[in-house]
């Protein structure tokens, strides 16, 4: 492929040099040639894709690859005040993102930055946003992660020259020395997926999200988070913190709350003045039956 991309950069500089008919001829020989070594080369990258399909992560992004139909329309809500498909997608964000407003799109124009910030907070942020941490942060991420609303996906930012991620560097200290955001960062592209087991799939209680961000941006936040560790912050947070914690998740601290109220009616510590156990005495609840 490279040999036959250096012979068409040949035939088309002899052309520019003389304008002759030949060198012409010559050139769009080469290109065809070039096209048929592209064609070539696809269908046996794509016949190695598919060999490589043993288990069943592979097989889910050989799925989406094959597929034709990339947006699934959404039905109609059974607890919607009409029939009207944009109804549905507002109750779907009214359920799910209660109490947010409507926000005016700028057309792109990003706003204007009062503090620009300090030499002293810019050689901060350049202590720790260093090109090895940025190339961590890439390799971190799956190569096919559905990408957000600029459409990168990490297998890109995983190929680009270290030129590239440069241009991310000063980004990224610009953006954390005087504390603004893009706006094209902000952005998200949220799908909403059926929960599993759910009986009656026509209400928007049926639904959870999955919202897919800047993977250049998500590059930033684990940088940032690489740093935070790096400073002991883990030892500063609260013993109930769970959130962006290593070895702990939602479902622990699920369990600790259940296993603390389990206990506390066990041993009769706590009264009526809790309501969440003042409904689990009225209930048999794992096992508890309180008379």
């Known amino acids: 492929m490279e040999l036959v991309r250096q012979n068409i950069r040949c035939e088309w500089r002899s052309y520019y040099n003389n304008k002759s008919s030949h060198s012409w001829d010559l050139y769009i020989e080469q290109r065809h040639l070039f096209c048929k070594e592209v064609r070539k080369a696809k269908r046996e990258s794509w016949k190695l894709f598919t060999e490589d399909t043993d288990d069943p992560k592979s097989a889910s992004c050989l799925f989406k690859c094959a597929q034709t139909q990339l947006k699934a329309s959404i ?25 947010s407003r409507p926000t005016v799109d700028k057309g792109g124009r990003e706003t204007k930055v009062e503090n620009l910030g300090t030499y002293r907070e810019a050689y901060r942020a350049t202590r720790f946003i260093t090109m090895p941490r940025i190339k961590w942060a890439i390799e971190h ?58 009986e009656d799939h026509a209400k928007a209680k049926s639904f959870c999200l999955i919202t897919h961000t800047s993977f250049i941006f998500r590059t930033l936040e684990r940088v940032v988070l690489d740093h935070l560790e790096d400073e002991g912050i883990y030892e500063k947070l609260h013993i109930n913190q769970h959130t962006f914690c290593k070895g702990l998740s939602c479902d622990l601290a699920l369990s600790d709350m259940v ?27 794992l096992g508890l039956c309180h008379e």
């Not at 990408?147 to 000063?170: E, F, H």
């Open 75 to 99: 039905g109609i809500l059974s607890d919607t005040p009409s029939n009207d498909p944009v109804d549905s997608v507002q109750q779907l964000l009214d359920v799910h993102f209660p109490g």
């Open 141 to 198: 991420f799956s190569s096919n992660k559905a990408a957000g609303p600029d459409g990168i996906q990490p297998v890109v930012l995983k190929n680009l020259p270290d030129s590239y991620l440069q241009q991310l560097q000063i980004l990224y200290i610009s953006s954390i020395s005087i504390g603004y955001v893009p706006q094209k960062w902000r952005h998200s592209k949220v799908v909403f997926i059926l929960k599993p087991g759910k």
């Open 259 to 285: 296993d603390e109220i389990e206990s506390s009616l066990l041993r009769q510590s706590i009264g009526a003045k809790c309501p969440i156990c003042s409904i689990l005495k009225k209930s048999q609840w």
